[in-house]
């Protein structure tokens, strides 16, 4: 069960004045280690959905704490939305996982990035590649238009070790079908495929062992991979990426960049220890 806070909860901190700053609207813990929040949107920020910003918060002496975040929310919504880890020792996420309604949080007003349509030439059947919190780029994407209107499939594989770490994902989709602006084109074009891999769910395994042996394509019924029908966006942690690319490679798909559009993109989800 998730735990909700809305805005008309008391903030749990005093509002402070700092640059950049937005206000937290929403915020929804997942799992004691997954959360999201809305915060208000600057009305000069455009962004391509898929993209991330730096966002943070103050430390005790006021000097700011950013970090990389995709924006979970599509190009056209009106608020931005984010899909967070909390890590127990992280310097930001051991404060912004305590955020609440009516707090405010830093977000420098620049995106980046290459899981955007522009980076992949045009192709008909669009795979989203996630671990973890790397569902949240692609959390934008399935929520815009435009994907539809490129693609005429579209699937979205993630995996988690277990069920609850999928629940942001399946809720998202689920309420897809409801959406005024998407629910016929994702019902249309959108194939949801979530596994896990330390839990007994429906389905089970890892995205490099399900694509490898065919198994994904068998319960969608669809054929293989191709490199003239199928593009790919790739984001999880770095030895996931490694792997996929590779099994990407071995279907023909070459990498592509915003400079330099091909068959498939990849983004780290985090940076991990050390790397
Ligand atoms: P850090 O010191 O930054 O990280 C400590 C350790 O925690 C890391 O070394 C790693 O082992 C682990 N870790 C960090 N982030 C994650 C994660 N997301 N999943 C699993 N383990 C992790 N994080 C998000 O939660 N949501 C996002 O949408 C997101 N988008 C990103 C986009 C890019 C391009 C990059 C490079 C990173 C992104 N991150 C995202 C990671 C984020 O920037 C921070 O690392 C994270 O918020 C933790 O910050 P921290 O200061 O608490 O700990
Ligand atoms: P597994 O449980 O078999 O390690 P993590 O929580 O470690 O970031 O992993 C998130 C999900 O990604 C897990 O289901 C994990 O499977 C899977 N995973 C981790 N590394 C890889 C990889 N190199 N290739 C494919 N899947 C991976």
């Known amino acids: 069960m998730t735990e909700q806070t809305k805005v008309t909860d008391t903030p749990a901190t005093p509002v402070k004045v700092m640059p950049d700053a937005q206000t937290v609207t929403a915020v929804t ?3 004691d280690r997954l959360f999201s929040f809305r915060v208000t949107r600057p009305r000069s920020l455009r962004f391509r959905s898929g993209e991330f910003v730096m966002i943070g918060l103050p430390d005790d002496s006021g000097k700011p704490i950013l970090r990389a975040y995709s924006i979970a929310s599509p190009a056209w919504d009106e608020e931005l939305e984010f899909y967070s880890i909390k890590v127990p020792d992280g310097p930001l996420t051991s404060r912004l996982q305590h955020i609440r309604p009516g707090d405010q949080i830093i977000l420098r007003p620049k995106p980046v990035g290459t899981l955007v349509l522009d980076a992949l030439l045009p192709g008909q059947r669009l795979w989203f590649l996630a671990t973890g919190t790397g569902i ?11 994907t539809y209107e490129r693609y005429d499939e579209v699937v979205m594989m993630h995996t988690c070790r277990t069920v609850a770490e999928l629940d942001y994902g399946r809720t998202l989709v689920a ?101």
Not at 138 to 143: I, T, V
Not at 195 to 205: D, L, V
Not at 244 to 251: D, N, Y
């Open 136 to 146: 949240a780029p692609f959390a934008s994407l399935m929520r815009d238009p435009e």
């Open 29 to 31: 813990h997942w799992t």
């Open 175 to 275: 309420a897809l079908a409801d959406d005024p602006l998407i629910g016929e084109l994702a019902a249309q074009k959108l194939r949801y495929y979530p596994t896990t891999t330390r839990e007994e769910f429906a389905r089970m395994g890892r995205i490099t062992d399900t694509l490898t042996s065919g198994k994904v394509f068998a319960d969608l019924g669809i054929p293989p991979m191709d490199a003239a029908r199928d593009r790919a966006m790739v984001c999880g942690s770095l030895a996931f990426n490694l792997d996929v690319k590779a099994v990407l490679e071995g279907f023909g798909l070459r990498e592509g960049a915003n400079s330099d559009p091909r068959e498939y993109v990849v983004e780290k989800a985090f940076v991990g220890d050390g790397i």
